[in-house]
């Protein structure tokens, strides 16, 4: 089954400080580990897709407003403490190995090596029915 592993920063900077503020070889140990994630993903059959995301700054908001013309809030957005920086799609047997390819992804080192022990939520991605008649 596929599972997404979504992974939430703070913009607030409440879990942990704000990457911009990190040292560039805290940033490239970040990244080197994302790497890493990847690739072990890969060698054991699992790994679907998995993307970074730009920051709320960069994000959009669109409703279909009159007549289907789109209505854009743009960021950044004040009201928002967290946001969703990056994600995977794994297909795995289990949803607990879902959840251990989480629990790994969350000791992703930051500021001083230490892990960040980010929240990283898991969904089951659903699947169309059956075209079967």
Sequence with gaps: MKYMLLMQFSAAGTDFPSIDTWTQDEVRAHIAF???????????????????LGGPQQARIV?????????VTEGPFAETKEFLAGFWIVDCESPQRAVELA??????????????NMPIEVHPVMSAPSQEL
Excluded: F
């Design 103 to 116: 629990a790994y992804i969350s000791t992703a080192p930051g500021p001083g090596g230490r892990p960040l």
């Design 34 to 52: 994302m790497g890493e994630v990847n690739a072990k993903l890969t060698a054991a059959g699992e790994w679907v897709d998995a993307q970074g």
């Design 63 to 71: 409703r279909a407003g009159e007549g289907g013309t789109p209505v």
